[in-house]
T-cell receptor, first 113, second 114 residues
Framework: EAGVTQSPTHLIKTRGQQVTLRCSPISGHTSVYWYQQALGLGLQFLLWYDEGEERNRGNFPPRFSGRQFPNYSSELNVNALELEDSALYLC????????????FGSGTQLSVL | DQQVKQNSPSLSVQEGRISILNCDYTNSMFDYFLWYKKYPAEGPTFLISISSIKDKNEDGRFTVFLNKSAKHLSLHIVPSQPGDSAVYFCAAKAGGYNTDKLIFGTGTRLQVFP
């Protein structure tokens, strides 16, 4: 069974640009979570989608947004990139709404120059 | 405000000995705690969890202890093996539907040497 897959694995952008990251959850999982891991910091919660709806978002500005598609895959969009957006973006999925255990993808390493 | 804190960024332990990784939290509403392990270039993988109704949970070489009064949990690895070398994240969540996101600590890098 395939795990959580994320694309691309690496990305280099410049300030002000926009980026879209993609995530495919484990088959049968309806919840998708996005986390940001900046250098020296823990995993910071970004967004949670379940059944196609945004259920919760972390303390990030509105230029961080996303969506979940009918097949439960998800996109994370970041507009007007800033240098501090450079980080590893991790997607995770779970099979129920009480996310006792998350399954993570390998992440997308975003560098903003 | 860091609600989950891992104050030791790194730990070095000899193979065969015990590794103890510590985690402190500030939110008394947290009722479920998890440990994740992360290798380079991979996503975190679930290791072990504990509910706030327990004070200990064991799974093979891994044991997690919870001290609710001190708002402290620890992960014990006995015996430590070189393959355990990774970054370990402590995570916690509060009950309820809309607040059940996981809050992660900053991680502790464990190195197990021969």
């Amino acid at each position: 069974e395939a795990g959580v897959t994320q694309s691309p694995t690496h990305l280099i952008k410049t300030r002000g640009q926009q980026v879209t990251l993609r995530c495919s959850p484990i088959s049968g999982h309806t919840s998708v979570y996005w986390y940001q891991q900046a250098l020296g910091l823990g995993l910071q919660f970004l967004l949670w989608y379940d059944e196609g709806e945004e259920r919760n978002r972390g303390n990030f500005p509105p230029r961080f947004s996303g969506r979940q598609f009918p097949n439960y895959s998800s996109e994370l969009n970041v507009n007007a990139l800033e240098l501090e957006d450079s980080a590893l973006y991790l997607c995770a999925s779970s099979s129920d709404r009480i996310n006792e255990k998350l399954f993570f993808g390998s992440g997308t390493q975003l560098s903003v120059l | 405000d860091q609600q989950v804190k891992q104050n030791s960024p790194s730990l070095s332990v000899q193979e065969g000995r015990i590794s103890i990784l510590n985690c402190d939290y500030t939110n008394s509403m947290f009722d479920y705690f998890l440990w994740y392990k992360k290798y380079p270039a991979e996503g975190p993988t679930f290791l072990i969890s504990i509910s706030s109704i327990k004070d200990k949970n064991e799974d093979g070489r891994f044991t997690v202890f919870l001290n609710k009064s001190a708002k402290h949990l620890s992960l014990h690895i006995v015996p430590s093996q070189p393959g355990d070398s990774a970054v370990y994240f402590c995570a916690a969540k509060a009950g309820g539907y809309n607040t059940d996101k996981l809050i992660f600590g900053t991680g502790t890098r464990l190195q197990v040497f021969p």
